[in-house]
């Protein structure tokens, strides 16, 4: 089961929090209010039965003969019952229940001189049975009071308190939820602009706070990502220099490696293959030059204004067409509709050339070459048929001097380890990613996608 998020649970700790305080308070509310509207009816029930029951005496001791419109008059409502006990007879009045439904105990207990009260629900309705002796005579006098207003103000203070209790937990949850957000927010925004700064975006920065709580955290974060930037710029400025100043004697040697080369028929032995060696590191070495420049040019512009609306069909074909010797069996032609991208021509040009030398260099050329669309961004794919990349590998060989299985070899066929760390870094400057999975049918296939220009 997937953890809740802080928000969240900051939310579900309020809220049960809540839903327990209020579920106490209301138990307590419960039992003082039932408690005393139930002892005040109890003591007005008794205290009008004690005045009918002297009145019922008084009649008994004088012999009166209106004894039973004394006890129809008695009744105080159509749910009131009155019952009169006497040796071999049960005198009933108002509304008519059988006398065998009371309890044994409570009638005997008022013909012995006990005053006794009882709740009973007599013919589905809730009454307050009290039973009190007649001086007069060994009999006993019940009355039954109707508890039906009081039970009908009880259900509805039960579900007004569980009502009030859900809504206040319901509550609860939601201000927690809207509160922890708040609270997090700059969390979310430091979250953020962490995300950019890893994502190549050195000038992301947190806004300024005005919470003092926070602003320590928003300027130390700051402070740290412009040190940063400015270590990258330096770093980038000092391969950009180095590189640049190592162009004017490389190319001396670039040139003095081709007269050699075409001299190589006149040096046998030992001597020729020591040249061969060196023409080729040479070459080797200028393409690092070449690679390192693009990378600190890269990186030190941060905004791109070259950008144009470009078709990325005919973008490829004119790389494959550029490539003497390059044959694609499968090219994908323009397609209908055009799969348009807003870009930087030369860096896209780099991006298809590079995964093109990649898959000569270590997979004996591409085998398929494809623009596709999908879900509003272009897709290029780059299909070899070579031993494939390890999963392992997948992510390191887009990092810079990262050659995969091939670190620490030499050779003309094992790059700079330069070629695709450019092609992850123009495409992140496109807003796009690129990565290497598994082709259909053994191989790797090379994926880049990037946005699809708006028309």
């Given at each position: 089961m997937p953890r809740l998020s802080l928000r969240w649970r900051v939310a579900v700790v309020l809220g049960i929090g809540s839903l327990l305080l209020t579920s106490a308070l209301a138990v307590l509310v419960w039992n003082l209010?039932?408690?005393?509207?139930?002892?005040?009816?109890?003591?007005?029930?008794?205290?009008?039965?004690q005045v009918n029951v002297r009145l019922v005496d008084e009649a008994l001791r004088t012999g009166s003969d209106g004894l039973e419109d004394l006890l129809t008059g008695l009744t105080t409502?159509?749910?009131?019952?009155?019952?009169?006990?006497?040796?071999?007879?049960?005198?009933t009045s108002g509304r008519q229940v059988d006398p065998r439904v009371l309890p044994d105990e409570l009638v005997e207990l008022g013909r012995h001189d006990t005053p006794a009260g009882q709740r009973l629900v007599v013919d589905g309705i809730p009454v307050l049975a009290v039973s009190l002796p007649i001086d007069s005579t060994d009999g006993a006098y019940v009355e039954l009071a109707p508890l039906v207003q009081l039970d009908q103000t009880f259900r509805f203070l039960s579900i007004l308190l569980i009502t009030g209790t859900v809504v206040n937990g319901l509550l609860s949850v939601a201000l927690g939820s809207w509160a922890s957000r708040r609270a997090l927010r700059p969390l979310t925004t430091l979250t953020a602009a962490a995300?950019?700064?890893?994502?190549?975006?050195?000038?992301?920065?947190?806004?300024t706070q005005t919470d003092p709580d926070l602003t320590h955290l928003a300027t130390t974060f700051n402070s740290t990502a412009d040190a940063l930037e400015q270590r990258v710029l330096r770093d980038a400025r000092f391969a950009g220099d180095v590189s640049h100043e190592l162009r004017s004697p490389l190319t001396t040697m670039v040139n003095a490696a081709a007269v050699l080369r075409r001299r190589r028929a006149e040096i046998p032995g030992t001597a020729g293959r020591a040249l061969d060696l060196?023409?080729?590191?040479?070459?080797?070495?200028?393409?690092?030059?070449?690679?390192?420049?693009e990378i600190s040019r890269a990186d030190q512009q941060a905004d791109d204004t070259d950008l144009e609306v470009i078709d990325l069909a005919s973008l490829v074909d004119n790389v494959l067409d550029s490539r003497p010797g390059t044959e694609v069996p499968v090219r994908t032609g323009r397609p209908d509709p055009q799969v348009l991208v807003l870009g930087d021509r030369r860096r896209l040009d780099r991006v298809v050339d590079n995964l093109l030398d990649n898959a000569e260099r270590h997979a004996g050329g591409a085998v398929r070459v494809a623009v596709l669309t999908r879900d509003g961004r272009a897709r290029l794919e780059v299909d070899d048929a070579g031993p494939g990349v390890p999963p392992?590998?997948?992510?390191r060989i887009f990092h810079r001097f990262d050659r995969g299985t091939r670190a620490g070899s030499r050779g003309t066929d094992t790059g700079s380890g330069l070629g695709l760390a450019l092609v992850a870094q123009h495409v992140q400057r496109h807003g796009g990613s690129v990565w290497v999975e598994e082709r259909p049918g053994g191989g790797a296939r090379f994926v880049v996608e990037i946005p699809e220009a708006r028309q």
């Open positions: 209010t039932s408690g005393y509207m139930l002892r005040q009816r109890e003591q007005s029930a008794i205290r009008q039965a409502g159509p749910d009131s019952t009155v019952l009169l006990y006497r040796t071999g007879q049960v005198l995300s950019r700064i890893a994502g190549g975006d050195l000038k992301a920065r947190l806004p060196l023409t080729s590191e040479v070459d080797r070495f200028a393409d690092m030059v070449v690679d390192l420049l392992g590998l997948r992510d």
